[in-house]
């Protein structure tokens, strides 16, 4: 059973490595063994790696080449859900990445200064990988609770055709404060807010990649 979920933008500092990082330790902790492919030359997530807590053990594969997709896809083969986190521009690798997704993520900080541009560049992301777009989710990040401004981006993602996770993450200092130890707030607190909204992210890409495979 493959499962390769990829995370990009071509937008950096959208909360790719933050989120792809607390999806795979929340879904470590439920028992489903996955492992992170940070596919960034920044090597962020493999720097969270070398901290205190380790992302509580996740394994972290470091392969910033522009063969990251064929060490997911050989991953998958053996069973395991695989995360890959892209860099923040564009690349052949991330476009690779995309295209080898089962599942493709797409973080959205709730700015509105250039929402017509990601508009444009995510556009551009999905027809540029290649022969089919994958089933893909954009979800909003670095959002203040009931604000006007993640309503409004919310509104125009979806009139754009780009269907938005219904939970959000939201601007909270429980990540880089998880991060300084190397671990994520489902590390921290199981039961805390900001590990209850990173389960409830998982909880519906669950969601959509288990109707997927049920197909
Ligand atoms: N929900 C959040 N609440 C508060 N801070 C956040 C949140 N998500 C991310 N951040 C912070 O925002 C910054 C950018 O996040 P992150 O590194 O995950 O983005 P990125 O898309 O991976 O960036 P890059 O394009 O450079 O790879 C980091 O300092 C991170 O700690
Ligand atoms: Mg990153």
Not at 25 to 40: E, K, M, N, S, Y
């Amino acid at each position: 059973m493959r499962q390769i979920i990829t995370v990009a933008t071509m937008k950096g500092g959208s909360g790719k490595s933050t989120i792809a990082s607390c999806l795979a330790v929340h879904w470590h902790l439920t028992g489903r063994a996955p492992t992170i492919i940070d596919a960034d030359p920044q090597r962020s997530i493999a720097r969270l790696a070398l901290r205190e807590r380790a992302l509580g053990g996740v394994p972290v594969i470091e392969d910033a080449t522009p063969e990251a997709w064929k060490t997911a896809q050989n991953l998958a083969a053996a069973g395991r859900p695989i995360i890959i986190d892209t860099p923040g521009f564009r690349s052949q690798s991330t476009l690779a990445c995309i295209a080898a997704a089962d599942f493709l993520l797409v973080p959205v900080k709730a700015s509105p200064l250039d929402i017509d541009r990601m508009l444009d560049t995510l556009n551009s992301l999905l027809d540029d990988a290649g022969g089919r777009r994958p089933t893909f989710r954009c979800v909003l990040t670095q959002t203040t609770r009931d604000s006007v401004i993640a309503k409004h981006i919310r509104a125009e993602l979806v009139e754009a055709g780009f269907p938005v996770l219904t939970s959000e993450m939201t601007n909270r200092v429980a990540y880089p404060e998880a991060g300084l130890w190397g671990a994520t707030p489902s590390l921290i607190s199981w039961n805390g807010l900001a590990a209850r909204e990173i389960a409830a992210i998982a909880s519906e890409v669950d969601g959509i990649v288990g109707i997927k495979q049920a197909a």
